[in-house]
């Protein structure tokens, strides 16, 4: 029997065998023809949908994300597991990355985009989260404020947090579920 598994490619399992040996050509009919739906199933590539993240992810894992009961970040669509963390695994082009003004200091959420950053009302710091996802930042305004870029936990290219001090600066960072990358 084909059977699905919660995200997972479908995978095969034997049924029960029957003790009748009337009823075994049946069976193993039966068995052959789920065995080859498991295995068109993954030659297509096929993905059932995920709703959790799976409870030990490996690395070279790959599951298809609802994007609302389960978002690894970039929301609905294909990942994989590498290095402690899930990426995203389609086209850039299927993804809607946002757009967000900021005017005070911010905690940023786990989902990636481009943050905009109005430090007229006084001092900004960025706080980004430790999710292997991509933040570009831009300061849009001068002045003496500050706009520190700062993470949860980990370094920005080894510094302890970067800054950014003329108008119209900006810089995009990759995290790799540790540390930011200055992209």
Not at 113 to 139: E, F, S
Not at 159 to 177: C, F, M, P, R
Request: hydrophobic letters at 35%.
């Amino acid at each position: 029997m084909v059977r699905s598994t919660a995200g997972a490619v479908q995978r095969y399992s034997a049924g029960n065998v029957p003790a009748d040996i009337e009823a075994l050509r049946e069976f193993i009919r039966s068995e052959l023809l789920s065995v080859q739906d498991a295995f068109g199933a993954l030659q297509d590539g096929q993905m059932d949908v995920t709703t959790v993240a799976p409870a030990k992810p490996r690395s070279g894992m790959r599951r298809y994300a609802d994007g609302t009961l389960w978002n690894p970040g970039f929301g609905e669509g294909p990942y994989v597991y590498y290095g402690g963390v899930w990426h995203f695994d389609g086209d850039s082009a299927l993804t809607t990355e946002s757009v967000t003004t900021i005017t005070t200091t911010t905690a940023i959420s786990a989902t990636s985009g481009t943050y905009l950053v109005d430090t007229t009302g006084g001092n900004i710091t960025l706080t980004l989260p430790a999710d292997g996802t991509t933040y570009t930042i831009k300061r849009l305004t001068g002045g003496t404020n500050t706009l520190t870029i700062d993470t949860a936990s980990g370094n920005i290219d080894d510094a302890a947090s970067a800054s950014l001090s003329t108008q119209y600066e900006s810089v995009t960072l990759k995290s790799d579920g540790t540390d930011y990358w200055v992209i």
